[in-house]
């Protein structure tokens, strides 16, 4: 009987996945975003930075920046949910992971952001919902906090077009 893999042996494949997933996108770090893992879950961090300010009056996060934020939680989200299954069944090398050997990433069809209030000039964080994910098309909830999870400042929904799956 094989043994089980020590937690840390886990804990560290997960991370790197993670690690190479977020990586693979410059964009995300322009943003400075950045994801924490408990388990399969993914909470989105956009660290608070000057260049994020749209109405420096306010001052308040630029809606821009509020919906790349949304976007990229749930197109990280799906991502994730598509290397879970495999990562865990250890069809993954983690040492050969890289932006390059990566699945692509799922693609936009469209979001829609509604904004609540003015995003404050801190951290703010996101979690992203999966509704329905195929083959071919996934439709993703994701709400957007800062120092309370329950006044969410924005929310989206959005539709995206998943990439073909080789096997």
Do not use: C
């Not at 420096?56 to 879970?84: C, D, K, R």
């Amino acid at each position: 009987m094989k043994r089980p893999e020590p937690v840390q042996v886990i804990k560290q494949r997960r991370d790197s996945a993670l690690r190479a997933l977020v990586d693979g996108v410059p964009y995300i770090r322009f943003l400075g975003i950045s994801f924490d893992r408990r388990g399969d879950e993914l909470t989105g961090v956009l660290h608070y930075d000057d260049k994020l300010i749209g109405n420096p009056m306010l001052p308040a996060l630029h809606g821009g920046a509020t919906a790349a934020f949304l976007e990229v939680t749930a197109i990280v989200t799906l991502s994730w949910a598509m290397l879970w299954d495999d990562l865990e069944a250890g069809h993954i090398d983690v040492d050969a992971l890289s932006p390059e050997t990566l699945p692509r990433v799922p693609k936009t069809i469209d979001i829609s952001i509604d904004y609540l209030r003015a995003g404050l000039p801190r951290d703010a964080y996101a979690r992203a919902r999966i509704n329905r994910s195929g083959r071919r098309y996934a439709s993703v909830h994701v709400e957007a906090w800062q120092d309370n999870r329950d006044r969410l400042f924005a929310q989206g929904t959005g539709h995206f077009l998943m990439p073909r799956r080789d096997g």
